[in-house]
């Protein structure tokens, strides 16, 4: 079975789950992302709107107060009043405008004339009722007051910071100084402030008003921070945007709050804003007096829609990766399960089991495809191997029946040495190292009429199994033919006769064939096409028997076979051979060649014929070394010892 | 029978009317600034009942601007008052017989604070530098520094706000450490952008906040002055050690007395003060140290704002004294 983990199906989940995961995931970011964007931009876009409209409407307000002072202080700089006249235009102006629940006309010491100290009139609305005070050190020592201290210093009109009424703690004023001038001896000296306080009930109205998604909500920081309006009641006024920021540890808080007081406008993310949610919040400036709007938008609110979608999307997207792993799982197994039913088959056909079937396919696809081509793997291997296996079994039968062609073959030649153990006239021995195959050398001797040694040596051409028939039948006709009053030349001529006739195969066979007449040494010979024989004398002569000049025998018929004739000394040795000895190659494919068969023959003088024998074939295989015998190797030596004197 | 039980219920009365004429009036104290984490030990050992457990009775005093806890004093509107080591000298100085029980603040919490961006790293940078300060005491210890580094200033009077400050009209204004200089650190200012001037560092270190008594009432009720100060500074060591609960407390009278306030704020200046109260070496808190002193009398003689000799011993009774 395969490992879980290295099954196909487990493979193809994971990686196409993977790739669809992180197309996925990069879709569904990139889609996030920028329809994030869009929404920010957006609601970016509606807080400027929204923060700017009511930054208009305040400022409107602010504006219209500002009127009040600028024109009261334009009037007191071009005319003269008296003190009565003076209270008189500021009860008209409080009682006329609305917005205003004050108005100051605070002088510098001595500066209103008829006045030696400080002089403040101020008239207010308590209750609908108008009231008139004098301001005066020091219950309120007003020079050192901020709505007249910074405007005069500065030389500017401003707004002055919200500040509780006095006398009714619930009211948040804030009051609009204008710097009042005079010229004195030519110059223009300041000579106190004219301002209007205003209650800023409505400010928090407009700023409630602002409202973004379920729970946005606006609040207003004054210029050093303080929170004007903020829909946590205790804020108002108590903190500023950087006391909130150091409760909650929030130094983005106090950054946005010191970005805010230098009249910047932003739209930020703050985490966790006030140790709650996360938040976006726009803030603008208030221009006039210097404050600061700030629009928040909750993020959760914000993002609400997003991030349903992106609930769906994702959810849509877990059922179609579980569809996914379902449809891969099935079309998996669809392709491994026949797979497996095939690596099953095929373990069982390669443990020889050609019976088992190959499972069959109905699908059209590749799998089918390889399972057709098993099955017709497994049918050609069967009948591979079942004719392997005939072929085997004819070759083992040839073998052994060449095994006992080849037993056959030599059984037919003499190979008890020596042969004629009572005869000490002469040595005889011979040997045959056959190739691999059956070969076709051969040799045989007989004595007639206990003075005549017929021998012979031979080599059909060609190999296996017609050689050595035509072998054994050359051997046998020479023996059947051979008749002592016969010339040498006559039994071959007959030989070769017998054997062309009927010879379709076109086989010969080269022949040496003598007879020594053991008494006086004297050899008759027929030298048919066979490699020449030396003559070893005791002298350390060693010398070719000459050519008879003729054929191989089943060449032509009728051919005239010479008789050659020689004697021998005493203690000569005819060493007769097959060219399995001079063609004999080494692995350098250089022939043994009669030179070296020459050479070697010189160091044989003393040796007898069986020693002759023996050393040569050694020689030789020394020669050849590894190289493999191609060729039967065949010697044989006759050593004609002396000659016995016959009775 | 009846005779018995008409005795009986005379005797309970003459127990019962004695024991009305026992509890007297309770101890009236002032301090000089509005009910916030500044005298929070005060607070602290009257609601947390430490007064009473020294055997006290004590009314705290709504105090504030406007109301001056020396002028209370020497009027004896108040018992106990709380005030500067300076301004009490002055009072002093224009005989009021009064007595320091018990010192608080050891060092200076006045300090000067500069806008670095207008270029004023040291304290020779004030030189024509404009200059916000609150008027009389507040001032002793400026004007002392500008006179010992010959420093011209123009000078501003500085009101409730830093506004002066923070819209630009000053370069320099005076804070309290534990009060406004946190306030601006509130209003956006990092501390990366101010340079502050301590007067300590000029040798000019002024002990601020004391417990003052007229000596007339020491000497009739030197216990009670006594378990006043230790009652108090148990009240600050509870203050100290337990913040949220102090704070919230604080934040109680500052909006019961209508005043705008923070728990942030109060919180700062509760830890300041714990700072602020701490002794020299091989001096015990509360007690007022005779070299500080006379550092301040030197100070307030030179600039004139004391004529005459006031020695160590005749103004202060130490709280671990034997009277």
Request: some cysteine.
């Given at each position: ?20 995961g992180a ?13 994030r ?35 009261l ?9 008296s ?18 629940t ?6 510098e010491?001595?500066a209103?004339?008829?006045?030696k100290?400080?002089?403040?009139p ?12 004098f301001?005066?050190p ?53 000579i106190?402030?004219?301002s209007?306080?205003?209650?800023l009930?409505w400010?928090?109205q407009?700023v409630?008003?602002?409202?973004l998604?379920?729970?946005g909500?606006?609040f ?14 205790d ?18 808080v ?12 932003d ?45 769906y999307?994702?959810?849509?997207n ?35 089991n ?14 089918s495809?390889?399972?057709?081509s098993f099955?017709?793997m ?13 072929t ?9 029946e060449l ?9 037919i030649?003499?190979k ?8 000490s006239?002469f ?24 003075s ?10 060609g ?6 028939l035509?072998?054994a ?5 020479i ?15 007959k030989?070769?006769?017998?054997l062309?006739r009927?010879?379709?195969?076109s ?58 004739k020689?004697t ?6 005819l ?8 063609e ?6 250089e ?5 070296r068969l ?44 002396k ?5 | ?5 008409i ?16 509890k007297e ?5 002032l301090?000089h ?13 009257l ?32 018992d106990i ?31 000067l604070?500069?806008?670095?961006g207008r ?5 020779n ?42 819209r630009?009209?000053?370069d320099?204004t005076?804070?309290m ?6 306030l ?6 990092d501390?990366?952008?101010?340079t ?6 000029f040798?000019l ?9 007229l000596?007339?009432?020491?000497n009739?009720n030197?216990?009670?002055c ?8 148990e ?8 913040e949220t ?8 009278y ?32 509360g007690e007022?140290r005779?070299?500080d ?31």
């Amino acid at each position: 079975m395969v490992r879980l983990r290295n099954s196909l199906a487990i493979k193809l989940v994971v990686s196409i789950l993977l790739v669809s995961g992180a197309i996925f995931l990069f879709i569904f970011g990139s889609n996030f992302s920028q329809s994030r964007d869009i929404l920010l931009k957006n609601v970016r876009l509606n807080a400027k709107d929204i923060s700017l409209a009511t930054v208009n409407k305040i400022e409107i307000i602010l504006t219209n107060v500002e009127k009040i002072p600028y024109t009261l202080a334009y009037h007191l700089e071009h005319s003269n009043l008296s003190k009565d006249e003076l209270i008189k235009l500021l009860t008209n102006v409080t009682a006329s405008s609305a917005e205003i629940t004050g108005v100051t006309i605070a002088f510098e010491p001595g500066a209103f004339p008829g006045e030696k100290s400080e002089f403040a009139p101020y008239v207010y609305k308590s209750d609908g009722v108008l009231k008139t005070v004098f301001l005066k050190p020091p219950e309120n020592n007003y020079r050192l007051k901020d709505w007249y201290l910074i405007p005069k210093e500065l030389q500017k009109a401003m707004w002055s910071e919200p500040y509780y009424n006095v006398d009714n703690n619930s009211k948040i004023l804030a009051t609009f100084s204008v710097p009042l001038y005079k010229i004195i001896g030519g110059k223009r000296v300041c000579i106190g402030i004219v301002s209007a306080e205003i209650d800023l009930h409505w400010l928090e109205q407009i700023v409630k008003n602002v409202k973004l998604y379920q729970n946005g909500y606006a609040f207003l920081i004054s210029h050093d921070g303080t929170f004007v309006t903020h829909p946590e009641k205790d804020f108002i006024m108590n903190e500023t945007i950087f006391s909130v920021a150091e409760k909650y540890n929030d130094l983005n808080v106090r950054k946005y709050g010191q970005a805010a007081l230098k009249g910047k406008s932003d739209f930020i993310f703050l985490n966790k804003f006030l140790s709650k949610k996360n938040i976006w919040l726009y803030y603008v400036p208030l221009v006039t007096n210097d404050w600061s709007l700030g629009v928040v938008i909750p993020d959760d609110e914000l993002m609400a829609d997003l991030n349903a979608l992106t609930k769906y999307i994702l959810l849509y997207n877990v059922i179609g990766a579980f569809l996914l792993i379902i449809a891969i799982t099935i079309l998996a197994n669809r392709i491994t399960r026949p797979l497996t039913k095939l690596a099953a088959a095929t373990d069982e056909i390669a443990a020889g089991n050609f019976e088992v079937a190959i499972p069959e396919m109905h699908s059209k696809d590749e799998v089918s495809h390889l399972a057709a081509s098993f099955n017709f793997m497994k049918i050609s291997l069967r009948q591979y191997i079942d004719n392997l296996m005939e072929t085997t079994a004819a070759k083992q039968k040839m073998e052994s029946e060449l095994k006992i062609a080849h037993e056959i073959q030599m059984g037919i030649l003499p190979k008890i040495f020596p042969p004629f153990p009572d005869r000490s006239e002469f040595d005889i021995y011979a040997v045959i190292e056959p190739a691999k195959e059956v070969g076709g050398d051969f040799y045989d001797f007989f004595l007639l009429e206990n003075s005549y040694l017929y021998f012979a040596i031979g080599d059909v051409s060609g190999k296996g199994v017609p050689a050595s028939l035509f072998m054994a039948v050359t051997k046998t006709l020479i023996k059947a033919t051979t008749t002592i009053d016969l010339p040498l030349n006559e039994i071959i001529f007959k030989v070769n006769n017998d054997l062309c006739r009927e010879n379709d195969s076109s086989m010969f066979v080269t022949i040496f064939f003598a007879r020594v007449n053991i008494k006086t040494g004297e050899v008759d010979f027929v030298n048919a096409g066979h490699n020449l024989p030396y003559l070893v004398s005791q002298n350390g002569e060693i010398q070719k028997i000459k050519k008879t000049g003729d054929i191989a025998v089943g060449i032509l018929n009728d051919y005239p076979y010479q008789l050659g004739k020689i004697t021998l000394a005493e203690k000569d040795k005819l060493y007769l051979y097959t060219d399995g000895i001079t063609e004999a190659q080494n692995i350098k494919d250089e022939l043994y060649s009669d030179k070296r068969l020459e050479e070697f023959l010189k160091t044989q003088l003393n040796s007898s014929a069986k020693e002759l024998v023996l050393n040569s074939v050694k020689e030789v295989k020394r020669f050849s070394d590894v190289a493999p015998q191609s060729d039967d190797i065949t010697s044989f030596v006759l050593n004609w010892i002396k000659p016995v004197e016959s009775d | 029978m009846k005779k018995v039980l008409i005795i009986l219920i005379l005797l309970f009365g003459i127990f019962a009317l004695q024991a009305q004429q026992k509890k007297e009036a309770p101890i009236k104290f002032l301090a000089h600034w509005i009910p916030q984490a500044q005298f929070a030990g005060f607070i602290i050992a009257l609601e947390n009942g430490i007064y009473k457990k020294h055997g006290l009775d004590v009314e705290l005093l709504t105090g504030g601007p406007n109301r001056s806890s020396l002028d209370w004093l020497a009027e004896k509107k108040t018992d106990i008052s709380a005030a500067w080591l300076s301004s009490a000298l002055q009072f002093r100085d224009k005989n009021v017989k009064l007595i320091n029980i018990g010192q608080l603040i050891q060092k200076s919490a006045l300090m000067l604070v500069a806008k670095k961006g207008r270029g004023i790293n040291t304290i020779n940078d004030l030189n024509g530098k404009k200059v916000a300060m609150w008027q009389q005491d507040f001032r002793i210890q400026p004007d002392a520094l500008f006179k010992k580094y010959g420093l011209k200033v123009k000078d501003y009077p500085l009101s409730e706000t830093q506004n002066i400050f923070i819209r630009d009209v000053v370069d320099v204004t005076s804070v309290m450490l534990y009060n406004e200089y946190h306030l601006l650190r509130n209003s956006g200012y990092d501390e990366k952008d101010l340079t502050i001037f301590r007067f300590q560092d000029f040798d000019l270190n002024f002990p601020e906040d004391g417990i003052y008594v007229l000596e007339d009432f020491y000497n009739k009720n030197p216990k009670v002055c006594k378990d006043f100060v230790h009652a108090t500074l148990e009240g600050w060591e509870y203050a100290f050690a337990h913040e949220t609960e102090t704070v919230q407390l604080v934040m109680k009278y500052l909006t019961k007395a209508k005043y705008a306030a923070n728990e942030m704020h109060q919180l700062w200046m509760l830890r300041q003060m714990k700072e602020l109260f701490q002794p020299s070496a091989g001096q015990k808190i509360g007690e007022l140290r005779e070299t500080d002193y006379n550092n301040v009398v030197k100070t307030l003689r030179a600039s004139g704002n004391i004529k005459q000799e006031i020695l160590f011993n005749d103004f202060y009774r130490s709280p671990n004294g034997t009277p």
